[in-house]
């Protein structure tokens, strides 16, 4: 069985926390044996009381740390632990391992995923990116990410920063047009909800297609009496600022500047 212990009781925290339960549950070989947190009661739905410490010095000993807190909090953290030569790791996409005090050995256990609290996900689905400075830990990692995702990467630092770049543009970015296009119904009195097939067909399609095959709209199409238009209706600066960014970027992608 191998003992796992987590840092942190925020989002990715408390997902992982239900990720291996799920798999001891189902007869798995990874056992959580404790979680820290400053304040316990932010884990009172997620794990049993009996599990939770909030003093740092009382870590038990396991084979897995694994530290789920901002990342500005990481090397703060990780210089606190009261061992040397225990396998240490963090979950950030933008940060390399060397963020890590060397007093232990150091790696990257990195789920790919926007997690929000309370909202479900299917932990099975989800990619784990892992980095590690030997194999023998690599080994032990790659055992315990397989007992809750089918999904598990070699990643080095700089390709884990790529990804997350990456995951950037398709997600928060993403999110944030949602969120124009919501108020931009909203203020003309029209149910986003009509706009949610459209959403669902966009991401679906590439799925068998790349992005740049999946293309269309006035842009694609260098449609100037469109785009003029609607830059002409949109009265929002800021909104129309994007407007015309993505759509230049639209133009000239592919382009040699």
Known sequence: MVKVIIIGSGNVAQHLIAAFHHSKNTGGEIELVQVYSRKANTLVNAVDANLVTTDIADLLEADLYIIAVSDDAIGTVAAQFPFK?????????????????????RGVFYPLQTFTKNKVVDFKTIPICLESENSTDFRLLDKVAKAISDKVFALNSEQRKALHV???????FTNHLYTIG??????NQVPFDILKPLILETAQKIMTISPKEAQTGPAKRNDRSTIESHQ???????????YKIITQSIQNHGKKL
């Open 166 to 172: 990456a995951a950037v543009f398709v997600n928060n």
């Open 85 to 105: 030569n225990r396998l240490v790791v963090h979950t950030s996409g933008s940060v390399g391992l060397d963020i890590l005090d060397d007093d232990n050995r």
């Open 232 to 242: 002409l209706f949109l009265s929002n600066k800021n909104q129309e600022t994007i």
């Open 182 to 187: 919501n108020e931009i119904c909203q203020e």
